[in-house]
């Protein structure tokens, strides 16, 4: 089936042909563009259907290079913690919530997205607060950071957690200054209440996926660079492979997926290596991608792994999750096993271990085109950059982070370190690759969303004027290319997707609007009118 679409304004992505007016999609590719007079003249006297865009915008169909979407599809049944601003209002939802779905005693109660950046009083949600909720109950909320969680007494009795236990490597369980554990896991000790939750079956996982992928189509979403093997308790990659390949088959899919495969342990590195996966394997729909580590945690709750304490806590620099050891042995048995490599680093220190891990993995097994990657690179240096752009790292980026860090990152780090973090353009300009993404449910799935942030560097309440180190503002249409062909990139697919080019999938947007013609600060008032994944529309 051929179709024909003209009288558009067409952002390609394409340098050497950045505006065209039309395109013909047959057999899920772009087969030409062009103008629209060229267009009509080719299928002129044809049965081919011809829609006209009546001046609409028209752009490649959105690559988040780093998000969990089987995360954010098990989200949607929790308890939805986010824009909360006192831990009073998180005690009203939540026994709301117990009331509404009217949960027996015993049943985990489980939230997501408490942000204590927002609080009244600024601190982390503790056992006392949640038992405030219930002491029937076992609660377990997660922080918006993904790498803190609390829990309450009833959940710390179920996990066998009392003052004494000791803290697992790469993890901490806090305590006040008794020693009382007060309900606040950070990092590895997550998983002790992670592994209490129960696991879901096939079927469930796909019913969630189909859900949440109704939400990112409506984003503009088409592909998706994805974390999903840790999403459960039972951690089985099987089911989750399983579960997108059952989708494919049923025609179910509506997004892309290429996924980052988080297995931090070298015997389930081999048993997946083993079973013939390897980056590359799969097809359009499905594909296998890099091994995923997560190296250290967060700004919010002072996890990132730092090389000098933090400013506001001088007590701690963080926390690493592996020796560089551990993690150099790990990297170089993903590498050497086929799978491209791509870790989660925020602070300086991480950075520079990733790095490291990077070049003893390159020694192992030398490789040109590796594209090795960095999620998030948020605090850098000089030195960083410099070896980034050497050894041609990807960074695995999220500009739309600023519109809530700016909030909190220079209290962490103080005025020097602060000088060289979130500097997105700074290693665009220097010629570092990267991919733009929103590490969705950290922030919302929307690339909209995140190329606001990346033209005005403001939150979402316009602040500050003028926007928060505004040198480091992008062009709306390289944030775009960050979301589009540049994430293509980050999944060797540069030439197969990302941008409106003659025998490119047929991956596009129509928007309400040209959003590289609106004010920058109006342009999340823009929508994805529709969007099309192979030429079919699936919003």
């Known amino acids: 089936m051929r179709k024909a679409y003209i009288n558009g304004n067409v952002i390609t992505i394409d340098s050497k042909n950045p505006r065209r007016q039309a395109f013909i999609v047959e057999d899920g590719k772009f087969t030409q563009v062009g103008n629209t007079e060229e267009i009509l003249e080719l299928v002129k006297g044809t049965d081919c259907e011809v829609r006209d865009l009546e001046g609409r915008t028209v752009v490649p169909g959105f690559n988040d290079s780093h998000t969990h979407l089987l995360n954010f599809a098990y989200s949607l049944d929790k308890v939805h913690l986010e824009n909360l601003n006192s831990i ?29 950046y927002f609080f009244e009083e600024p601190r982390f949600l503790t056992r006392d607060d949640l038992d405030r909720i219930s002491t029937e109950h076992p609660i377990m909320f997660t922080r918006v950071c993904e790498h803190t969680v609390s829990v309450n007494s009833k959940a710390l009795e179920e996990l066998g957690i009392d003052n004494h236990t000791p803290d697992p490597e790469g993890g901490k369980i806090a305590r006040d200054e008794n020693g009382r554990a007060t309900g606040v896991l950070q990092e590895n000790a997550r998983y002790i209440a992670y592994e209490k939750q129960p696991p879901k079956s096939v079927e469930e996982i796909k019913a969630m996926l189909v859900k949440a992928m109704d939400i990112f189509a409506e984003c503009g979403l088409t592909s998706v660079q994805t974390d999903d093997f840790e999403t459960f308790s039972d951690k089985d990659w099987t089911k989750v492979l399983k579960a997108y390949e059952e989708l494919k088959e049923e025609g179910k899919l509506k997004v892309r997926v290429y996924e980052q495969c988080l297995l ?24 296998i991608g890099p091994l995923k580590l997560l190296v250290d945690g967060s700004i919010g709750p002072r996890s990132a792994l730092m090389e000098e304490p933090y400013s506001d806590a001088p007590d ?8 560089q050891e551990e993690l150099n042995e790990l990297l170089t048995l993903g590498h ?3 799978l491209q490599l791509a870790c989660h680093g925020i602070g300086d220190k991480a950075l ?39 050894n041609h790292v990807i960074g695995y980026v ?35 690759q990267c991919a733009f993404s929103s590490d969705c449910p950290i922030e919302s799935p929307s690339p909209i969303d995140g190329i606001y942030v990346a033209a005005t560097r403001m939150d979402y309440n316009h602040y500050p ?29 540069e030439n197969e997707k990302g941008s409106i080019e003659n025998g490119k999938l047929a991956d596009f947007l129509i928007l309400s609007d040209d959003i590289t013609k609106v004010a920058p600060e109006t342009i999340r008032d823009i929508t994805v009118l529709e969007t099309y994944v192979g030429g079919e529309r699936t919003h």
Request: charged fraction near 30%; proline fraction near 4%.
């Open 316 to 323: 701690t620099s963080g926390i690493a999750v592996f020796t």
């Open 88 to 116: 009073d209002a998180i005690v009203d939802v939540a026994k709301k919530y117990i009331e509404e779905k009217k949960l027996p005693a015993g049943k985990w109660v489980v939230g997501c997205g408490w942000n204590h």
């Open 398 to 432: 999220q500009p739309v982070f600023v519109q809530a860090d700016m909030h909190c990152a220079e209290e962490r780090v103080g005025s020097e370190r602060i000088k060289y973090a979130y500097k997105f353009n700074t290693m665009r300009k220097m010629g570092i």
């Open 264 to 287: 931090p342990a070298v015997d389930r590195i081999k048993k997946f290596t083993g079973a013939g996966y390897h980056t590359g394997w799969g097809d359009d729909w499905v594909k």
């Open 352 to 390: 520079r271990m990733i790095l490291k891990g990077y070049e003893a993995a390159q020694a192992a097994k030398p490789d040109e085109d590796a594209r090795m990657g960095i999620v998030h690179v948020q605090f850098g240096a000089p030195d960083i950059f410099e070896n980034m752009k050497k």
């Open 336 to 338: 050497t096993s086929g």
């Open 465 to 493: 004027e003028g926007g928060w180190y505004p040198e480091e503002k992008i062009e709306v249409e390289d944030a775009i290319k960050g979301y589009t062909l540049d994430g293509a990139y980050a999944q060797f697919a």
